[in-house]
């Protein structure tokens, strides 16, 4: 994969995650009526928990990507010096 890919993966996965936690994720996982009580505070702390979690890897991989975008250049510009 080249680097802009990853890097629009990236910006992607923490567009989707911020989206998710703004538009609220009920619509698309519905209310649960179950009376266990457990089971409803499990999908509440998911619900919380995996949009953090996609966000930061979206974040480390544009991070990572534009930090070998930033090194080929100066590899380049090194190469011309010589």
Avoid: C, H
């Amino acid at each position: 994969m080249s680097t802009i890919v990853k890097i629009l993966i990236g910006a992607v996965l923490m567009l989707v995650s911020v989206w998710w936690v703004l538009q609220g994720s009920e619509q698309f996982i519905g209310k649960f009526t179950i009376e266990n009580r457990g089971i409803n505070d499990l999908v509440t702390l998911l619900n919380a928990g995996i949009p953090i979690v996609v966000f930061v890897i979206g974040l480390f991989i544009l991070w990572l990507e534009l930090d070998e975008l930033r090194i080929e250049k100066e590899l380049k510009t090194e190469k011309k010096k010589k």
